[in-house]
Every structure is written in structure tokens, then in C-alpha cells.
């Protein structure tokens, strides 16, 4: 009898990045071909580092391909990324973004973004895949995200003048 | 008939925290009955201040009981911090294990890992990871886990002169 859910799998692995201090880096893994975008997710299941000051964020670009930014806003050394990517059929339509803002002062930001009808948001999870800052900022930067509607994704980010800050999500339907 | 797989929901909800005093705080938030901790993961999805000066923040999320997630976060004083979370609940095998590690940092920014035992999670191809962290003092933070066997996680952290508390679990994909 098929199964009403085909199983789900889990590719998963460490990016380890080297910086010189004060400088931001994209990589790009090679993954197991995914067959479709829509039917994967992506998740950072981590972020460490020999130095202080540092962030990363993670997205897929193509079925084949995770592309991880970091930064390093110190000194000289290595900053480590864990990632997994999850797909399957059950996710049906994921949708994904990257999402951008550069504050004029310090405080809390709030960036709204338009999604296509994802129905019952009981049925659905929104997930944040870490953060980019600007390597040469000096404030340390956060951010948050929420589902608000069906059709509404909420980020809010945390920083002030010289912060420069991207995060990416997913938004897809649960099983 | 009764579904083979019964479908999953989502929880979610924004939890805003104040600091007085520079350190930690915890802050139980009652949530809608999941049943049994092995059918629901939790998920902290990013935080923020409203603050105006640069600070170290973080937060770390687990479930406690059936009704219960535990916040616990890091701020200096007279914070105000923002926490998004998500609970997910369903068929997960009543297989979803969960815990805390402590990895203690002398100075000096570096990473440290530490080794947990887990009950057998079969097809690592079939597992997913989760985690959040926070410092108990001011301190760059990060943290990371990952599968080195289906009986072992490895927690890595990030830290100088403090504790890192990571909450971690692992959970099947498939029913």
C-alpha cells in the first residue's frame, strides 16, 4: 500500500568558513539534487566560531545548491555553519525569501512581507535561517520572524546606523 | 477511520521579557495542550531589543511539560527583549528526545564541544536537529549541534568567561 506521505529525508552538513576579521564571505555547498524548491527546506541547526563577532545566514538558490554568507565583524579566524536541508512532498509549495534593512538609528525594525495564500496558518511553520550583519558595524544585530496571517510574514530586525542586515526564510506547510 | 497519521499543528507566539538586571531570566509561557513532549518539537525563531545601545541578547526555548515552554534569555539591564517561537505537534513516533547541555568558557572567544548519548535514532537520513542557546554572562555566543552516530550528538558552543546553555532535540521525520 503506498504510504499517504512519501517519506521525508535529511541531507545534512558543516560549513567551516575562514576569515581574515572584518569581512563577509559567501560559499556555496553542493547538495544531493533536490528535484524542486518548493519541496525542500533549508535550516540552520547552528552557528560557532574561534573569534567574537560573527553571523551567517543560509539559503537554497537551486535544487543542487546551499549558498551560506557569514561575517566576521573581528578578528581573524573560522566560523562554522551547521545546516540541514529537509524535503520531501509533504512541504508542498514552500515559499522563501531573502529580506533586507539598513536602519538609520538604533532600535527595532519591522519589514513586511506578501505571501501567496498559505491557508490555515495552524497548518504552517515559518522558519529564519540566521543572520547577515555588515562586517564593519559595531552594534550587534538581532531578528525575529512570525507568520501574522496567511499572507503576511513579519521580520523584525534589531540594529542601528551602519547595520546592514539579511536574513532568509521559509515558509511551508507542515504534515 | 482514523487518519493513519494525524496532522500536524503549529503554535506560535511572540513573548516579550524585561531585564531589571544584567543576566538571565526565565519565563514560562502556558501553551495550548500538545499531549506528550515525544509528538511536539519547539523552535525559537530569532530575538530582538528595543534598546538603544549595544548589547548582548539571546534566548533559548524548550518545552518543560505538555503546557508549558520555558524561555529562559540573556540581557543586560533595563532590556527589554522579544522572543518569537513555534511548537509543532503530531505523529513523530513518540520518539522526540530533548535536553540541556552547559559548556563552561574560560576568556578568550573559542569553540568547545561536548558529547551526548542518545537512545537509537535509527536512519540519520530520517532525523532532524534543533537548538538554542544562551550565555549566562556578557559574552559573543553562538551554538551548534550535530549527529556523529545514531547514539551520539555533539554540541558545540561558543563562548568567552561564561556558561553556554544549548536546549537541544532530535526528532523523526516520518511517522
Same mark, same amino acid.
Given at each position: 500500500m503506498q504510504a499517504k506521505y512519501p517519506p521525508i529525508s535529511v541531507q545534512r552538513g558543516l560549513a567551516s568558513v575562514s576569515h581574515l576579521g572584518n569581512d563577509g564571505k559567501t560559499t556555496n555547498v553542493t547538495v544531493a539534487d533536490l528535484g524542486s524548491l518548493t519541496r525542500a527546506k533549508e535550516r540552520l541547526v547552528g552557528v560557532?566560531?574561534?573569534? #567574537? !563577532?560573527?553571523? =551567517?545566514?543560509?539559503? +537554497?538558490?537551486?535544487?543542487?545548491?546551499? *549558498?551560506?554568507?557569514?561575517?566576521?565583524?573581528? =578578528? #581573524? !579566524?573560522?566560523i562554522y555553519v551547521g545546516w540541514e536541508i529537509e524535503y520531501g512532498d509533504y512541504l508542498g509549495q514552500a515559499?522563501?525569501?531573502?529580506?533586507?534593512?539598513?536602519?538609520? !538609528? =538604533? !532600535? *527595532?525594525?519591522?519589514?513586511?512581507?506578501? +505571501?501567496?495564500d498559505l491557508g490555515d496558518i495552524v497548518k504552517v511553520r515559518a522558519e529564519m535561517m540566521g543572520l547577515r550583519n555588515n562586517w564593519n558595524a559595531s552594534f550587534q544585530a538581532g531578528s525575529r520572524l512570525q507568520l501574522t496571517s496567511a499572507t503576511n510574514l513579519e521580520a523584525r530586525f534589531y540594529g542601528s546606523t551602519n547595520n546592514t542586515m539579511t536574513t532568509n526564510w521559509v515558509a511551508h506547510k507542515v504534515r | 477511520m482514523k487518519a493513519k497519521y494525524p496532522p500536524h499543528? %503549529?503554535?506560535? /507566539? %511572540?513573548?516579550?521579557?524585561?531585564?531589571s538586571a544584567a543576566g538571565t531570566m526565565t519565563t514560562n509561557v502556558a501553551i495550548t495542550d500538545v499531549a506528550s513532549l515525544a509528538r511536539a518539537l519547539e523552535r525559537m525563531n530569532g530575538v530582538t531589543s528595543i534598546s538603544s545601545s549595544s548589547l548582548f541578547i539571546a534566548a533559548s526555548v524548550r518545552l518543560t511539560s505538555a503546557t508549558n515552554l520555558e524561555i529562559t534569555t540573556y540581557a543586560s539591564a533595563a532590556t527589554t527583549l522579544y522572543v518569537?517561537?513555534?511548537?509543532?505537534?503530531? $505523529?513523530?513516533? $513518540?520518539?522526540?528526545q530533548r535536553g540541556t547541555t552547559t559548556i563552561n568558557f574560560p576568556g578568550g572567544?573559542?569553540?568547545?564541544?561536548?558529547? %551526548?548519548?542518545?537512545? $537509537?535514532? /535509527?536512519d540519520a537520513s530520517q532525523t532532524r536537529l534543533e537548538c538554542s542557546h544562551h550565555p549566562d554572562a556578557a559574552s559573543w555566543h553562538g551554538s551548534r549541534v550535530a549527529l556523529t552516530s545514531t547514539t551520539n550528538l555533539r554540541v558545540f558552543s561558543t563562548g568567552s568567561s561564561c556558561n553556554i546553555i544549548t536546549r537541544w532535540l532530535v526528532c523523526r521525520v516520518n511517522p
Amino acid at each position: 500500500m503506498q504510504a499517504k506521505y512519501p517519506p521525508i529525508s535529511v541531507q545534512r552538513g558543516l560549513a567551516s568558513v575562514s576569515h581574515l576579521g572584518n569581512d563577509g564571505k559567501t560559499t556555496n555547498v553542493t547538495v544531493a539534487d533536490l528535484g524542486s524548491l518548493t519541496r525542500a527546506k533549508e535550516r540552520l541547526v547552528g552557528v560557532t566560531a574561534t573569534m #567574537a !563577532g560573527f553571523y =551567517a545566514t543560509l539559503r +537554497l538558490t537551486s535544487p543542487t545548491n546551499l *549558498e551560506i554568507q557569514t561575517v566576521s565583524t573581528s =578578528a #581573524a !579566524g573560522y566560523i562554522y555553519v551547521g545546516w540541514e536541508i529537509e524535503y520531501g512532498d509533504y512541504l508542498g509549495q514552500a515559499q522563501r525569501g531573502q529580506t533586507s534593512y539598513s536602519p538609520a !538609528g =538604533a !532600535g *527595532e525594525y519591522t519589514v513586511n512581507v506578501t +505571501l501567496a495564500d498559505l491557508g490555515d496558518i495552524v497548518k504552517v511553520r515559518a522558519e529564519m535561517m540566521g543572520l547577515r550583519n555588515n562586517w564593519n558595524a559595531s552594534f550587534q544585530a538581532g531578528s525575529r520572524l512570525q507568520l501574522t496571517s496567511a499572507t503576511n510574514l513579519e521580520a523584525r530586525f534589531y540594529g542601528s546606523t551602519n547595520n546592514t542586515m539579511t536574513t532568509n526564510w521559509v515558509a511551508h506547510k507542515v504534515r | 477511520m482514523k487518519a493513519k497519521y494525524p496532522p500536524h499543528q %503549529v503554535q506560535r /507566539g %511572540v513573548t516579550s521579557v524585561t531585564h531589571s538586571a544584567a543576566g538571565t531570566m526565565t519565563t514560562n509561557v502556558a501553551i495550548t495542550d500538545v499531549a506528550s513532549l515525544a509528538r511536539a518539537l519547539e523552535r525559537m525563531n530569532g530575538v530582538t531589543s528595543i534598546s538603544s545601545s549595544s548589547l548582548f541578547i539571546a534566548a533559548s526555548v524548550r518545552l518543560t511539560s505538555a503546557t508549558n515552554l520555558e524561555i529562559t534569555t540573556y540581557a543586560s539591564a533595563a532590556t527589554t527583549l522579544y522572543v518569537n517561537w513555534e511548537v509543532e505537534y503530531g $505523529d513523530y513516533q $513518540d520518539a522526540i528526545q530533548r535536553g540541556t547541555t552547559t559548556i563552561n568558557f574560560p576568556g578568550g572567544c573559542t569553540e568547545i564541544s561536548s558529547d %551526548v548519548s542518545l537512545s $537509537d535514532v /535509527g536512519d540519520a537520513s530520517q532525523t532532524r536537529l534543533e537548538c538554542s542557546h544562551h550565555p549566562d554572562a556578557a559574552s559573543w555566543h553562538g551554538s551548534r549541534v550535530a549527529l556523529t552516530s545514531t547514539t551520539n550528538l555533539r554540541v558545540f558552543s561558543t563562548g568567552s568567561s561564561c556558561n553556554i546553555i544549548t536546549r537541544w532535540l532530535v526528532c523523526r521525520v516520518n511517522p
